[in-house]
């Protein structure tokens, strides 16, 4: 009976890599990122700044909005794996974006950042969270086994690209029509469009596998994963790139505004930004086996070199906007390159049954720091009374993220040599006996 059922389920899974299924779940998944993780991340940069003027609120507890929503959409991860686990993959997809999407609905009648901060901040990223996570189990269980996950993992990412780059000028012309809190109901409106596509994505996921997922949680799995040097350095440098790799997108428009520019030109740079934060993840795929020798976090080693020195070029040439420009570019493809690496980077370095916790890890880590970065930031600003610390402190992480990985480098190195060492004296110790 086990032969036959194996035998059934190797059976529906040709005809279903046969069909075109999969790529529907690709296309889902891409969305989500489009809707979930990218239009708010954009959007709340920009309302911000009005959120702040209107209740005269401290620049650090008005950025807990977006940090607290960051940080909860994916440190959420492993919580959210537990409660998959217990409830089910459909019920949580579709109860966490009706509770996301009432979320922001329910802002825009705030009469408290407080209210805002919980509300978008705790009720939108608690309820999207598990839309992305399982996004990335989606993609990998569509295209398991073939050679081309990697480049659907990355190419999935795009979603997010895409969202950066259309969402600054959608908030500007909903702010200019309808105020902040027009646009939070515009974007809840937007966002229950997450309902009928985690519905589309159910509809067409392969048949479930021979063996049922345990519902229970191994702790023992859960440490073995730090053991992988490649999978605890994706840690460390998603836990800096977390805390401030996102100050552009958190603090540049106040930054501006703050120093005689216009939200108009913060939005341009933030467009130049998503512009090229998409060019980034395209570039990511047709490359995918260029950054996949010998390993991809290898590459991150100049990429947050880079990164660090556009984080640096908005303080120190605040007058040039030309300067402003390049920054923006540089910063958008270092960040779109990142992102588009971290699915393939756990896949890299996990087996394909830890992939999920992985994932959920690395969410979870991410997520934490976000959570508390834009605090910092803000708190910064605070103290300082202005936005520049916050751009030399990015800096300073991604040039901490890029030394982690040569130190990473520097240990593969050894290992390896050790390892052929080893094999030597043994080989030459077998000799000298015989």
């Known amino acids: 009976m086990a032969m036959s059922s194996g035998g059934t389920s190797t059976l529906s899974r040709e005809r279903y890599d046969k069909s075109k299924r999969r790529y529907v779940v690709f296309v889902g998944s891409l969305l989500i990122h489009f809707i979930a993780l990218a239009i708010p991340s954009a959007m709340l940069g920009i309302v911000y700044v009005d959120v702040i003027r209107e209740f005269d609120a401290d620049a650090s507890w008005a950025a807990l909005m977006q940090s607290l929503y960051r940080g909860i959409i994916c440190g959420g991860g492993l919580v ?11 019920p949580c997809i579709m109860a966490g974006s009706l509770l996301g999407s009432l979320s922001f609905l329910a802002a ?9 901060v919980f509300l978008v901040g705790v009720g939108g990223g608690c309820g999207f969270v598990f839309p992305l996570f399982l996004s990335y189990v989606y993609v990998r269980r569509a ?4 050679e081309s996950v990697n480049k659907f993992l990355s190419s999935m990412t795009l979603g997010g690209g895409m969202g950066l780059l259309i969402t600054p000028y959608m908030t500007e012309f909903f702010l200019k029509k309808f105020g902040w809190r027009g646009t939070f109901m515009m974007a809840g409106g937007i966002f229950f469009h997450l309902i009928l596509i ?9 048949p479930p596998e021979g063996t049922t997922n345990s519902k229970g949680f191994d702790w023992r799995k859960q440490t073995a994963i730090f053991k992988i040097r490649a999978f605890s350095i994706l840690v460390f440098d998603n836990f800096l790139f977390g805390m401030f790799g996102f100050a552009e997108s958190w603090f540049l428009p106040a930054f501006l505004v703050s120093n005689n520019y216009t939200k108009e030109d913060a ?35 100049y990429i947050c070199l880079a990164l660090a ?20 570019g540089i910063y958008g493809i270092c960040f779109g390159l990142l992102i ?8 890299q370095t996990l087996p394909h049954d830890l992939y999920p916790i992985g994932i959920a890890t690395e969410m979870t880590f991410y997520g934490i720091s976000s959570a508390i970065g834009g605090y910092i930031g803000g708190f910064i600003r605070d103290v300082t009374g202005g936005y520049e610390g916050v751009f030399y402190a990015a800096s300073m992480s991604s040039i901490i993220c890029s030394f982690a990985c040569f130190l990473l480098i520097l240990m593969d190195n050894i290992y390896k040599r050790k390892k052929k060492t080893k094999f030597h004296s043994k080989s030459i110790s077998i000799i000298s006996h015989l």
């Open 80 to 90: 959210a794996e537990l409660v998959i686990r217990r409830v089910g993959e459909f």
């Open 108 to 116: 825009a009648f705030s009469e408290s950042v407080t209210t805002i």
């Open 143 to 146: 295209f398991h086994g073939h």
């Open 198 to 206: 985690g519905v589309v994505v159910k509809l067409n996921l392969p």
């Open 267 to 301: 939005a341009l740079l933030l467009t130049v930004c998503g512009v090229f934060n998409l060019g980034g993840r395209i570039i990511a795929v047709p490359l995918s086996g260029f950054f996949s020798r010998p390993k991809i976090l290898y590459h991150w080693s």
């Open 309 to 328: 020195v556009s984080h640096a070029l908005y303080p120190l040439f605040l007058q040039s906007y030309s300067v402003l420009m390049i920054a923006s």
């Open 340 to 347: 588009s690496h971290i699915a393939p980077v756990v896949l």
